[in-house]
């Protein structure tokens, strides 16, 4: 077995208490789910996890390691995200119509928040370097592949990491389905769903390595 029980005993609860933990991804499937509803909540959780599986396939196969020695790279990708993040709040506080308006505007955001979560998750280095810090620790190279274990353990954390900002986004999602209508409420959920963003970037832009 590449990965005995007992090993799996204690990953999986670090694993969870890691999710459970409040971070960018949560806040940014939150942030969706308050503007374009409980699908748009659960597509930014999807694409968070596919941005998680590409970081871990690139650490398992070092480059996480060369990122961490090269902080010229490090602090590119960081900024991009600070961008792409400041970017997303300019366009929550400009929009002319109410995040949680229209059927059609909730279905077209689906595909849109998997597509910004994807980007927010790949340009965050910080889980690069933190995917190359955790998970070689439950890593025995004398039980078979390393690689094979990374990508096992990289999928526990990530698809846990699904579920927990999945259920985030999507009761974020039915809260704003229920203000649908409800014009006032809609505009500072509008504009709540921008600070988010902001505060994420904020987050991303002064976090030390």
Known sequence: MLIPPETLLVF???????????????LFCLGQGMKSGPGAGLAASLGITVGGFIHTLAAALGLAALLAAHPA????????????????????????????????????????????????NLTNPKIVVFV???LPQFVDP?????????????????????????????????????LSGRAGF???FQRATGV?????????????R
């Not at 670090?14 to 949560?26: E, F, I, K, Y």
């Not at 229209?102 to 928040?113: I, L």
């Not at 390393?146 to 809260?175: C, E, T």
């Open 12 to 26: 999986a609860p670090a694993a969870l208490m890691l999710n459970l933990t409040p971070g960018n991804d949560m």
């Open 73 to 120: 790279a490090f602090e590119a990708i960081r900024w991009g995200g600070v961008a792409y993040l400041v970017y997303l709040a300019f366009k929550a506080f400009t929009a002319t119509g109410p995040l949680t308006g229209a059927e059609s505007a909730r279905r077209g955001s689906a595909g849109a928040a998997f597509r910004q979560a994807v980007v927010v």
């Open 132 to 134: 190359l810090a955790f």
């Open 142 to 178: 004398a039980r078979g592949s390393p690689f094979a274990q990374f990508l096992i353990l990289g999928a526990i954390l990530n698809l846990g990491g699904m579920v927990v900002n999945g259920i985030v986004g999507g009761f974020a999602g039915a809260v704003g389905r229920w």
């Open 186 to 188: 809609a505009r500072w």
């Open 196 to 208: 988010v963003f902001l505060g994420l970037a904020a987050r991303l832009a002064f976090e030390r």
